[in-house]
């Protein structure tokens, strides 16, 4: 079946310590995406990517890195530099076109960080 | 990007129909509306879209007014496990912006 996978479910990392959330789709879709999502929140942007090897900066870029090797992954690095990493992160993909194709969604990796 | 506007929660009683309304008065053209849903600490997951006509699947129905400026996201007999975030998305090219959403709260 396709789908995105995010890897792990659960990380534990501790303070100041970089840290690397895997997101991988079979989809074949351009477009990936990465999402925080704190508690009672909605979801805010971080990075989005819409071809390989280019990526732009979503609102809440800083403390973040993310790279896009190979269409299937879009990793994202959560630095030291993030101060307040503790959060749920989603991953997304989405085929081209004008609005005419949905967005998938991963299951989530829930980061905390002490 | 147009920006929506969601009512922060509603009840809805066990299969009575659920209308989750939105508004969108700076939608342009090109821009389809997508309605997603959240169960608690799962990734959203797509409901239903449309441009101008109203559209029907499965899971819903999704009204557009023939402005385009609002439109209403309509479970038929909603049941417990629809309790849910519901996010209203305008959407053209490009990234995808999330609202607060509508929790809705589905009772027995």
């Known amino acids: 079946d396709g789908g995105i996978t995010q890897s792990p479910k659960y990380l534990f990392r501790k303070e100041g310590q970089n840290v690397t959330l895997s997101c991988e789709q079979n989809?074949?879709?351009?477009?990936m995406y990465w999402y925080r999502q704190d508690p009672g929140q909605g979801l805010r942007l971080i990075y989005y990517?819409?071809?390989?090897?280019?990526?732009q900066k979503g609102d809440i870029a800083e403390g973040y890195s993310v790279s896009r090797e190979k269409k299937e992954s879009f990793p994202l690095t959560v630095t030291s530099a993030q101060k307040n990493p503790t959060a749920f992160y989603l991953c997304?993909?989405?085929?081209?076109?004008?609005?005419?194709?949905?967005?998938?969604f991963g299951s989530g990796t829930r980061l905390t960080v002490v | 990007d147009a920006k929506t506007t969601q009512p922060p929660s509603m009840d809805c009683a066990e299969g009575r129909a659920a209308n989750l309304p939105c508004n969108h008065s700076?939608?342009?053209?090109?821009?389809?509306v997508y309605w997603y849903r959240q169960i608690h600490s799962q990734g959203p997951q797509y409901i239903i879209h449309?441009?101008?006509n109203n559209e029907t699947n499965e899971m819903a129905s999704l009204i557009i007014t023939e402005d385009r400026k609002s439109s209403t996201l309509i479970l038929p007999h909603a049941t417990l496990r629809d309790t849910a975030v519901y996010y209203c998305?305008?959407?053209?090219?490009?990234?995808?912006?999330f609202g607060q959403g509508t929790t809705l709260q589905v009772k027995p």
């Open positions: 700076t939608i342009s053209g090109n821009e389809y």
């Open positions: 449309g441009l101008k």
């Open positions: 989809l074949n879709h351009d477009a």
């Open positions: 997304a993909s989405s085929g081209q076109g004008l609005g005419a194709y949905g967005y998938t």
């Open positions: 998305i305008v959407i053209p090219t490009g990234k995808l912006i």
């Open positions: 990517s819409q071809i390989v090897n280019d990526f």
